[in-house]
């Protein structure tokens, strides 16, 4: 098994265009990595660098600490999982899974051994002698995986390998897939567009956009995390809500004002904001971490009346609006909360998150 | 309410099975279009070459004649020749432009537009051009003068070779014209394939000659499958360019001894029949043949 380090990777197509721009990464040993973003800022770019079907503009891939980025696909040990598949339609099953194999030049017992080990892995044995064009879509993903894990690579890629398959089967190739990874421990780079599919997979997500990486970390890290308002913003359903606030200072004491209500930042978020008073802010928060009483509490912060109410069965999504803008709370099921009552809102202090209202990076504790 | 529903979305048992007519109905002005303007004539000529050029009744004197005519068997050789040579050749440079233009580099759609050039051109014209041009002052002699790659006293007597020669001469004229049509299937054919297919041969251990040979021209093989067989159809029909540059009966072929007793000479249309029989004959049992060997008949079970 091998690591896989990007350093300063780019790819420019024609003169303008950038699909990656500098990308920096390291994946560890092991490690199933998950790049993140909305469709065109740079995933299939850079993956297609990695596996050498792009030629590199600028930077270093190094697979296992070498340097790889000039070598054809076939000498850099990694494989591949298509988007469209890829399954060749002229070879059965068996043969597409055995294909690389037989480039290698292996004895037919070896190859016959590897094409039934990984194909009772991705359970398709019954269909080894079918074409691909009389399997369903699932199918003919399993048998890309197969190919693809049959090689044993050093570094596997996978392009939204899942993309094409119905909701409910995607969710339960999720699954699958990181029990076959629990099992090969095969160092994975695996793209995506779809939030959930990343954090309910990736040991680490790293979130792109416009060509380059904007964050990485765990899934708790890019989403309690955020860098910037646009990781905020693309993780987590529905998104964080940003609230426009000004800072003023009252008595000597630091206050967050906008049209509707103002409070007081306490704890941490005292010592972020202390040096903005007079400045404008974003004030991002997540859905769920507001609360919504039917009764005035020492913790609300304001009050407002219920615009609509999304019932979800697990919870309860409340919508109110605020400065011409829907803000969503996301509520326990029970009590129900009715559309045009008045509710009183409050904040999990210590989750709320501050942006610059310029730069749209977060602000930190100085 | 839902009972009755349920009864009306059953298939109705009685009445008249429209459904399965209608196809028939469809297709029918084409069957009578066929039957009139193509199988009537096709049968008439077979009876036809059956008969005597003058009176009636049964004979197998044409084909005899045929049979028994050195010219016959001479023609049949130059089209086998000429068939196996110029397919093989066209086909490689052929497959080989589409593969380069398929690339997309730049200029590569300029070459595509060049490399059309020659199947625009009639046939007739084709033919005047490379006869003006292998004449022994023709605009070739010239031209290779003119390069100084060859000097005043060494014209090429291009006209003037061995039968084989101009049989080669003419596989080469022939192929500057076809190499661009048969490109053209292979360029669409490739154009169909989709690109990771193609990056999946390679990123799963292929070199380019590997990936090409069990990847690309798998997966062409429709492509390929028509452009061989038309092609392979029109070979073995070649006549007018062999007498647009040599004239009749210098390099004798099958379509043309047909051409050569209908038009040439006089009395002799049975005996023309008879020949064109023969013809549709070849065509028939070889494009048969080639599909069977190629598998074109497999269909579902395999493909
Ligand atoms: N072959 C190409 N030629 C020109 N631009 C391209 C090409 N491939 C991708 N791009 C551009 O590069 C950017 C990144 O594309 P891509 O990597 O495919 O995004 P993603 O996979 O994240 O959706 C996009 O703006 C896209 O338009
Ligand atoms: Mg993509």
């Known amino acids: 098994m091998a690591t896989l380090k990007l350093k300063n990777l780019s790819k420019r197509y024609g003169k303008t265009v950038w699909g990656a721009k500098d990308i920096n990464l390291e994946v560890n040993d092991k490690e199933f990595i998950v790049l993140l973003g909305p469709s065109g800022c740079g995933k299939t770019t850079t993956m297609r660098m990695i596996a050498g079907l792009e030629e590199v503009t600028q930077g270093i891939i190094y697979i296992d600490e070498k340097d790889v980025t000039f070598l054809p696909p076939r000498k850099r040990d990694i494989s591949m999982v298509f988007q469209s598949y890829a399954v060749w339609p002229h070879l059965t099953v068996s043969d597409n899974i055995a294909f690389p194999l037989r480039l290698k030049n292996l004895k037919s017992a070896e190859i016959e051994k590897r094409v039934k080990e990984v194909s009772s892995l991705t359970k398709i044995e019954e269909y080894l002698e079918r074409f691909p064009r009389q399997l369903s879509g699932g199918q003919r993903q399993r048998v890309a995986l197969a190919r693809a894990l049959v090689v044993q690579p050093k570094v596997f890629l996978m392009d939204e390998p899942l993309s094409n398959l119905d909701a409910k089967l995607r969710v339960k190739m999720r699954t699958e897939m990181k029990a076959i990874h629990k099992k090969t421990q095969a160092t994975t780079v695996f793209v995506t567009h779809d939030q959930a599919e990343a954090m309910s997979m990736a040991d680490r997500i790293v979130i792109m956009k416009d060509g380059s990486i904007v964050q990485e970390g765990s899934t708790d890290d890019v989403y309690f995390d955020c860098e910037d308002m646009f990781v905020a913003g693309f993780i987590g359903t529905p998104p964080t809500n940003f609230l426009s606030m000004e800072l003023g200072e009252k008595n000597g004491k630091l206050l967050l004002v906008n049209s509707a209500f103002s409070f007081e930042p306490i704890g941490e978020n005292y010592e972020i904001l202390k040096n903005y008073s007079g400045k404008q802010v974003i004030m991002g928060v997540r859905p769920e971490s507001m609360q919504v009483f039917k009764e005035k509490k020492p913790e609300s912060v304001f009050s407002r009346e219920v615009l609509v109410t999304e019932p979800q069965g697990s919870h309860q999504i409340v919508a109110i609006e605020l400065d011409d803008q829907i803000v969503k709370i996301v509520a326990p099921p029970f009590p129900k909360v009715n559309p045009g009552e008045i509710v009183h809102i409050g904040f999990e202090h210590d989750r709320i998150m501050f942006f610059n209202p310029e730069t749209e990076k977060r602000i930190r504790k100085a | ?303």
């Open chain 2, 1 to 303: 309410m839902t009972l009755n529903q349920s009864v009306t979305l059953e298939p109705h048992k009685s009445g008249f099975p429209w459904k399965k007519v209608i196809p028939y109905i469809l297709i029918a002005p084409t069957v009578i279009y066929y039957i009139i303007f193509w199988i009537r004539p096709v049968l008439t000529s077979i009876i036809q070459s059956f008969t005597p050029e003058i009176g009636t009744g049964f004979t197998v004197e044409n084909y005899s004649r045929i049979f028994n005519d050195p010219v016959f068997w001479q023609a049949v050789v130059n089209t086998g020749i000429f068939v196996i040579i110029s397919v093989t050749l066209e086909f490689v440079v052929a497959f080989g432009l589409a593969l380069i233009i398929n690339k997309k580099f730049k200029g590569s759609s300029l070459l595509l537009a060049i490399a059309l050039i020659p199947m625009a051109l009639p046939p007739v014209a084709v033919g005047a051009m490379w006869s003006s041009g292998f004449a022994t002052y023709g605009w070739l002699n010239s031209l290779l003068m003119s390069m100084g790659l060859i000097g005043e006293g060494e014209k090429i007597l291009f006209l003037a070779g061995s039968d084989f020669q101009s049989l080669m001469l003419i596989i080469i004229i022939d192929a500057w014209q076809v190499i661009p049509f048969m490109m053209t299937i292979l360029l669409a054919g490739l154009q169909g394939i989709p690109k990771e297919s193609i990056e999946a041969g390679y990123v799963f251990g292929g070199t380019r000659f590997k990936v090409l040979r069990k990847i690309t021209m798998p997966m062409l093989k429709p492509s390929i499958q028509t452009a061989l067989i038309l092609r392979i159809i029109s070979a073995i029909q070649v006549w007018l360019i062999i007498v647009l540059i040599f004239g009749f009966r210098r390099i004798p072929v099958l379509l043309e001894e047909v051409v050569f007793f209908q038009e040439q000479v006089q009395n002799e249309y049975k005996l023309a029949l008879a020949y064109s029989v023969i013809v549709a004959l070849v065509v028939s049992v070889v494009a048969v043949f080639y599909l069977k060997v190629s598998g074109a008949f497999k269909g579902d079970e395999e493909q």
